[in-house]
C-alpha cells in the first residue's frame, strides 16, 4: 500500500505547490488593483502632444538604441518594434491631427507577467515591468498573451531578446522621472503616482469639458494600466481598442489554474477507486501485487 | 543487488553479451535503400540544415513567424496539434487498466509507444521554438517558477508524462532485454503510473487550449470561449482513439509481421470498440459546441466567411464522421470507420490551427503563413519519429506480447529464440 501513499503525497504536494501560485496570483491583484502603493504611472495627454517624436529620440538614447528616423511617413501606422521601444503616431481624426505615443502600458496585472513561465517579465515595486534576460527562454507566451500587442522578438538573432519599454526602471530606482517623459517639451507626459495621475485626469476633464472626451483610457482597461491618456476624440479613432474590457487579463485563466490542484487530488483517488471497483475483471493486472519470489 | 551476488567474471561477461547484443539491435533491420527510407532521410538531412540555419541566425531565418504571428506551424501543429493526436495512449491505457476492459489490452503497448513517442518528438520541438533555449532549464531546476503561467504547467505535465508512459512502457523493454525480474518490478509499478499519467493527460490536454485564453482580443469569437480547455479536453479523446485507429491500420499492414496472434485476432473487435468511444465523444463535443454557441451568441458572425469555415469544420469534420463512425458500428464496417478517423483527425487539425494560427490575429491584413521550411522540419521531426518507432516495434515486443505475467507464451518468448543475448547463455 505504500505506493499508494506515495501516489497520494506526491498529488498532494504538487497541488499544494500550484496553490500556492495561484494564491500569489490573488494576492498580486489585492495589492496592486487598487493601484495603492507605490504604483507609479504616466499620464499622456493627447491634446498637448506636439507630434514632435522628441521622445522617441529621448527613448533611443535612454536605452541605447539605434536613433529613430527623422523623415517618416505620417499616414503610415507604426508599432513598437525590438529597435525602437516607443512610437509617436498621428491621426486624422474628425477634431483633426492628434498625435499618440505608444508604449508598454504597464498594466497593473499583466497578462504578459502571469503569462511567463520563468519570470523573466516581473512587475517591479514602482508598478514598471520589466523583463530579465537571464531568465527568459524565448518561448513567446508573453507576446501572445498582451492585449496591447507590446513586447517584441529579436526573429533575426541566435540570442534574441523580448523588448519592451520598460518605463526606465534604472531611471525611477534613482528617483528620476522616464526619459521620454524628462525629454517632452510640450508637458504632454505626466510622471506620478497612478492615483493621483488618475485625480489629475479627472480635474482636467471636469475643468474643460470641451477639451476632453469623458474617458480616462487605462484606468479600467484590462484591469487598468499605469499609462493612462486622455484625448479629445473617442479612443477608436486613435488606434486604441475598446474592446478589452475590464477584466484583469490573468483572471482569464484563474479558473483553469485553480482546478488544477483540484485535478491533482481529486482525480487519482478517483481513478484508483475505479481501478479497485474493477479489478476482479481484471484480477491478471492486480496492481499493487509486489514482485517476488519467481524464478 | 543482484549485482552484488554475482562473481566479477560473470558481471563482466555478462556485460560483454549485454554489449554485443545491444550492437546487434543496433544494425538495420531489412533493406536500407527502400523508397520511405530515402524520402526521409532527405527530409531529415535537409531539416538538420535548416535548423543549423534557425539556430545561427535565428528563428526569423527560416520562418515566417512575426511580431503579430509569435506562434506558428510549430507550436499549432506540432504542439498543439501533435498532443491531440497523441491522447490515445491515457484513453486506451484508462479502458484497459482502470475499467479493465481487458479487450483493449493488446493495442495497449503500441498505443502507449506512439504515444510517449509523440510527446518526446512534438513536445520536444517545442525546444527548436525557444528562442533562448538554454534558459530552459529556469523553470525546470526551480530558480524560476512562474507558477501563475498556463504553460509552466503545461511544461511540466509534458515532462512528468513522458516519464509515466516510459514507466507504462517500460516492461516491454525489459522483456526486450531478457531482464525478468525488473520486469515484474516494472510491471508493478504499471497502475500508479496510468493513474498519474491520465490525471496529467486531462490538465495539459485542457492546458493546451487555456494557453489561449488570455489571447481573447486576438482570436476570432468562433473560436474563443472561456470554454476552450474543456472542448480541448473531450476533443482529445476522439483525436487520440481515431489515431490509434489510423495508426493501426497502417500498423498492421507495415508491421504485419510482428503482429501477435492474440492481436490479430481481435484487432476488428477493437476497431469497432474505439469508433463506439469515438462517435459518444464526438455527440458530447458537438452537444458542448452548441452550448457554447448559445452562450456566446455566436450566430452574429454566421453569415461571414469565417462563419462558413466554422460550420465547415462542425459539420463536415465532426458531425459527418460521428454519423459515419455509427454507420460503421451498424454495419461493422471496418473500411468506413478508417474513413472516419481520417475524417475526425483532419477536423482536429483545422479545430487546432483554427485556434493557434488560422484565427489568431484574423483582423489582421497581412496573414501567415508558414514557410517550406517550417514544414520540411516539421516533417522531419515526424520521420524521426517514425524511423524511432519502426526501430522498436521491430525488436520489442509491442504488438506481440502476452496478458498473463506467468503465462506459457511469455516465458517461451523470453526463455527462447531469436533473443539473441538469451542464446548466447
Ligand atoms: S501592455 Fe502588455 S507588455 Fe505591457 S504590461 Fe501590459 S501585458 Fe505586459
Ligand atoms: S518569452 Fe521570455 S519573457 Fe516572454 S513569456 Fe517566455 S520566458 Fe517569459
Same mark, same amino acid.
Request: hydrophobic share 45%.
Given at each position: 500500500?505504500?505506493?499508494?501513499?506515495?501516489?497520494?503525497?506526491?498529488?498532494?504536494?504538487?497541488?499544494?505547490?500550484?496553490?500556492?501560485?495561484?494564491?500569489?496570483?490573488?494576492?498580486?491583484?489585492?495589492?496592486?488593483?487598487?493601484?495603492?502603493?507605490?504604483?507609479?504611472?504616466?499620464?499622456?495627454?493627447?491634446?498637448?502632444?506636439?507630434?514632435?517624436?522628441?521622445?522617441?529620440?529621448?527613448?533611443?538614447?535612454?536605452?541605447?538604441?539605434?536613433?529613430?528616423?527623422?523623415?517618416?511617413?505620417?499616414?503610415?501606422?507604426?508599432?513598437?518594434?525590438?529597435?525602437?521601444?516607443?512610437?509617436?503616431?498621428?491621426?486624422?481624426?474628425?477634431?483633426?491631427?492628434?498625435?499618440?505615443?505608444?508604449?508598454?502600458?504597464?498594466?497593473?496585472?499583466?497578462?504578459?507577467?502571469?503569462?511567463?513561465?520563468?519570470?523573466?517579465?516581473?512587475?517591479?515595486?514602482?508598478?514598471?515591468?520589466?523583463?530579465?534576460?537571464?531568465?527568459?527562454?524565448?518561448?513567446?507566451?508573453?507576446?501572445?498573451?498582451?492585449?496591447?500587442?507590446?513586447?517584441?522578438?529579436?526573429?533575426?538573432?541566435?540570442?534574441?531578446?523580448?523588448?519592451?519599454?520598460?518605463?526606465?526602471?534604472?531611471?525611477?530606482?534613482?528617483?528620476?522621472?522616464?526619459?521620454?517623459?524628462?525629454?517632452?517639451?510640450?508637458?504632454?507626459?505626466?510622471?506620478?503616482?497612478?492615483?493621483?495621475?488618475?485625480?489629475?485626469?479627472?480635474?482636467?476633464?471636469?475643468?474643460?469639458?470641451?477639451?476632453?472626451?469623458?474617458?480616462?483610457?487605462?484606468?479600467?482597461?484590462?484591469?487598468?494600466?499605469?499609462?493612462?491618456?486622455?484625448?479629445?476624440?473617442?479612443?477608436?479613432?486613435?488606434?486604441?481598442?475598446?474592446?478589452?474590457?475590464?477584466?484583469?487579463?490573468?483572471?482569464?485563466?484563474?479558473?483553469?489554474?485553480?482546478?488544477?490542484?483540484?485535478?491533482?487530488?481529486?482525480?487519482?483517488?478517483?481513478?484508483?477507486?475505479?481501478?479497485?471497483?474493477?479489478?476482479?475483471?481484471?484480477?491478471?493486472?492486480?496492481?499493487?501485487?509486489?514482485?517476488?519470489?519467481?524464478? | 543487488?543482484?549485482?552484488?551476488?554475482?562473481?566479477?567474471?560473470?558481471?563482466?561477461?555478462?556485460?560483454?553479451?549485454?554489449?554485443?547484443?545491444?550492437?546487434?539491435?543496433?544494425?538495420?533491420?531489412?533493406?536500407?535503400?527502400?523508397?520511405?527510407?530515402?524520402?526521409?532521410?532527405?527530409?531529415?538531412?535537409?531539416?538538420?540544415?535548416?535548423?543549423?540555419?534557425?539556430?545561427?541566425?535565428?528563428?526569423?531565418?527560416?520562418?515566417?513567424?512575426?511580431?503579430?504571428?509569435?506562434?506558428?506551424?510549430?507550436?499549432?501543429?506540432?504542439?498543439?496539434?501533435?498532443?491531440?493526436?497523441?491522447?490515445?495512449?491515457?484513453?486506451?491505457?484508462?479502458?484497459?487498466?482502470?475499467?479493465?476492459?481487458?479487450?483493449?489490452?493488446?493495442?495497449?503497448?503500441?498505443?502507449?509507444?506512439?504515444?510517449?513517442?509523440?510527446?518526446?518528438?512534438?513536445?520536444?520541438?517545442?525546444?527548436?521554438?525557444?528562442?533562448?533555449?538554454?534558459?530552459?532549464?529556469?523553470?525546470?531546476?526551480?530558480?524560476?517558477?512562474?507558477?501563475?503561467?498556463?504553460?509552466?504547467?503545461?511544461?511540466?505535465?509534458?515532462?512528468?508524462?513522458?516519464?509515466?508512459?516510459?514507466?507504462?512502457?517500460?516492461?516491454?523493454?525489459?522483456?526486450?532485454?531478457?531482464?525478468?525480474?525488473?520486469?515484474?518490478?516494472?510491471?508493478?509499478?504499471?497502475?500508479?503510473?496510468?493513474?498519474?499519467?491520465?490525471?496529467?493527460?486531462?490538465?495539459?490536454?485542457?492546458?493546451?487550449?487555456?494557453?489561449?485564453?488570455?489571447?481573447?482580443?486576438?482570436?476570432?469569437?468562433?473560436?474563443?470561449?472561456?470554454? &476552450?480547455? #474543456?472542448?480541448? @479536453?473531450?476533443? $482529445? %479523446?476522439? +483525436?487520440?482513439?481515431?489515431?490509434?485507429?489510423?495508426?493501426?491500420?497502417? *500498423?498492421?499492414?507495415?508491421?504485419?509481421?510482428?503482429?501477435?496472434?492474440?492481436?490479430?485476432?481481435?484487432?476488428?473487435?477493437?476497431?469497432?470498440?474505439?469508433?463506439?468511444?469515438?462517435?459518444?465523444?464526438?455527440?458530447?463535443?458537438?452537444?458542448?459546441?452548441?452550448?457554447?454557441?448559445?452562450?456566446?451568441?455566436?450566430?452574429?458572425?454566421?453569415?461571414?466567411?469565417?462563419?462558413?469555415?466554422?460550420?465547415?469544420?462542425?459539420?463536415?469534420?465532426?458531425?459527418?464522421?460521428?454519423?459515419?463512425?455509427?454507420?460503421?458500428?451498424?454495419?461493422?464496417?471496418?473500411?468506413?470507420?478508417?474513413?472516419?478517423?481520417?475524417?475526425?483527425?483532419?477536423? &482536429?487539425? #483545422?479545430?487546432? @490551427?483554427?485556434? $493557434? %494560427?488560422? +484565427?489568431?490575429?484574423?483582423?489582421?491584413?497581412?496573414?501567415?503563413?508558414? *514557410?517550406?521550411?517550417?514544414?520540411?522540419?516539421?516533417?522531419?521531426?515526424?520521420?524521426?519519429?517514425?524511423?524511432?518507432?519502426?526501430?522498436?516495434?521491430?525488436?520489442?515486443?509491442?504488438?506481440?506480447?502476452?496478458?498473463?505475467?506467468?503465462?506459457?507464451?511469455?516465458?517461451?518468448?523470453?526463455?527462447?529464440?531469436?533473443?539473441?543475448?538469451?542464446?548466447?547463455?
Amino acid at each position: 500500500m505504500k505506493r499508494r501513499d506515495l501516489l497520494r503525497t506526491m498529488c498532494v504536494a504538487g497541488g499544494s505547490a500550484v496553490l500556492g501560485g495561484v494564491t500569489h496570483l490573488e494576492a498580486q491583484d489585492t495589492d496592486t488593483a487598487s493601484g495603492r502603493g507605490q504604483a507609479m504611472g504616466v499620464l499622456v495627454d493627447t491634446t498637448k502632444c506636439l507630434g514632435c517624436r522628441l521622445c522617441e529620440f529621448a527613448c533611443a538614447k535612454a536605452n541605447g538604441l539605434p536613433e529613430p528616423e527623422k523623415e517618416i511617413d505620417r499616414a503610415v501606422e507604426r508599432t513598437p518594434t525590438p529597435t525602437q521601444l516607443t512610437v509617436n503616431n498621428r491621426y486624422e481624426t474628425e477634431q483633426g491631427p492628434v498625435s499618440v505615443k505608444r508604449q508598454c502600458m504597464h498594466c497593473l496585472r499583466p497578462a504578459c507577467v502571469s503569462a511567463c513561465l520563468t519570470m523573466a517579465m516581473h512587475k517591479t515595486p514602482t508598478g514598471a515591468v520589466d523583463w530579465d534576460g537571464k531568465k527568459c527562454m524565448g518561448c513567446r507566451f508573453c507576446m501572445v498573451s498582451c492585449p496591447f500587442n507590446v513586447p517584441k522578438f529579436e526573429y533575426h538573432s541566435a540570442n534574441p531578446k523580448i523588448t519592451k519599454c520598460v518605463m526606465c526602471v534604472d531611471r525611477l530606482a534613482r528617483g528620476e522621472e522616464p526619459a521620454c517623459v524628462a525629454g517632452c517639451p510640450a508637458g504632454a507626459l505626466l510622471f506620478g503616482r497612478r492615483e493621483e495621475l488618475i485625480e489629475e485626469a479627472r480635474k482636467r476633464i471636469y475643468t474643460e469639458p470641451g477639451r476632453y472626451v469623458p474617458h480616462i483610457y487605462g484606468e479600467h482597461e484590462a484591469g487598468g494600466t499605469s499609462w493612462l491618456y486622455l484625448a479629445k476624440v473617442p479612443f477608436d479613432q486613435l488606434g486604441f481598442r475598446t474592446d478589452l474590457g475590464t477584466t484583469a487579463f490573468p483572471m482569464y485563466t484563474k479558473e483553469f489554474l485553480y482546478s488544477v490542484p483540484l485535478a491533482l487530488t481529486l482525480v487519482p483517488p478517483f481513478l484508483l477507486a475505479v481501478n479497485r471497483a474493477t479489478a476482479r475483471a481484471h484480477h491478471e493486472e492486480e496492481p499493487m501485487i509486489e514482485a517476488e519470489g519467481e524464478t | 543487488m543482484e549485482a552484488t551476488s554475482v562473481p566479477i567474471p560473470r558481471l563482466a561477461s555478462g556485460f560483454r553479451r549485454f554489449g554485443r547484443f545491444i550492437l546487434h539491435e543496433l544494425r538495420p533491420k531489412g533493406k536500407i535503400l527502400t523508397p520511405f527510407n530515402v524520402i526521409t532521410g532527405v527530409i531529415v538531412a535537409v531539416g538538420a540544415v535548416l535548423l543549423a540555419i534557425r539556430f545561427i541566425w535565428g528563428l526569423g531565418s527560416i520562418t515566417n513567424l512575426s511580431q503579430d504571428v509569435p506562434w506558428g506551424l510549430w507550436i499549432g501543429f506540432d504542439v498543439v496539434t501533435g498532443v491531440a493526436f497523441a491522447g490515445g495512449a491515457y484513453v486506451v491505457t484508462f479502458m484497459v487498466y482502470i475499467l479493465g476492459q481487458d479487450k483493449y489490452h493488446p493495442i495497449v503497448r503500441v498505443t502507449v509507444l506512439n504515444g510517449f513517442l509523440a510527446y518526446v518528438f512534438y513536445a520536444g520541438a517545442l525546444l527548436l521554438d525557444l528562442g533562448r533555449p538554454w534558459n530552459v532549464i529556469n523553470p525546470i531546476i526551480g530558480n524560476s517558477f512562474g507558477v501563475s503561467s498556463v504553460l509552466f504547467l503545461v511544461a511540466w505535465h509534458f515532462l512528468l508524462y513522458m516519464v509515466a508512459e516510459a514507466v507504462e512502457f517500460s516492461p516491454a523493454v525489459a522483456e526486450w532485454l531478457g531482464w525478468d525480474r525488473l520486469r515484474k518490478l516494472l510491471k508493478g509499478l504499471t497502475v500508479g503510473a496510468v493513474i498519474f499519467g491520465i490525471t496529467l493527460s486531462t490538465l495539459h490536454q485542457s492546458g493546451l487550449g487555456a494557453l489561449y485564453l488570455m489571447a481573447k482580443p486576438k482570436i476570432h469569437p468562433l473560436w474563443y470561449s472561456e470554454f &476552450i480547455p #474543456i472542448l480541448f @479536453l473531450v476533443s $482529445s %479523446v476522439f +483525436a487520440g482513439l481515431s489515431m490509434v485507429i489510423f495508426e493501426g491500420t497502417i *500498423t498492421q499492414k507495415v508491421f504485419r509481421h510482428r503482429v501477435g496472434r492474440s492481436l490479430r485476432a481481435s484487432h476488428d473487435g477493437i476497431v469497432l470498440g474505439l469508433a463506439r468511444v469515438c462517435a459518444g465523444t464526438m455527440f458530447v463535443y458537438l452537444f458542448l459546441q452548441l452550448l457554447v454557441f448559445v452562450h456566446e451568441q455566436r450566430w452574429a458572425y454566421l453569415g461571414t466567411g469565417w462563419g462558413a469555415w466554422y460550420l465547415i469544420e462542425l459539420g463536415g469534420f465532426v458531425i459527418l464522421p460521428a454519423v459515419l463512425f455509427m454507420t460503421a458500428l451498424r454495419d461493422r464496417n471496418l473500411r468506413l470507420t478508417r474513413v472516419a478517423a481520417v475524417l475526425t483527425l483532419v477536423g &482536429i487539425l #483545422i479545430n487546432r @490551427l483554427n485556434v $493557434s %494560427v488560422i +484565427a489568431f490575429n484574423w483582423y489582421a491584413a497581412e496573414r501567415y503563413f508558414p *514557410t517550406w521550411m517550417e514544414i520540411v522540419v516539421t516533417l522531419a521531426v515526424i520521420s524521426v519519429e517514425l524511423w524511432v518507432f519502426r526501430w522498436i516495434v521491430n525488436r520489442m515486443p509491442v504488438l506481440d506480447f502476452a496478458r498473463h505475467d506467468d503465462s506459457d507464451e511469455l516465458r517461451a518468448r523470453v526463455a527462447g529464440p531469436p533473443v539473441a543475448y538469451q542464446t548466447q547463455e
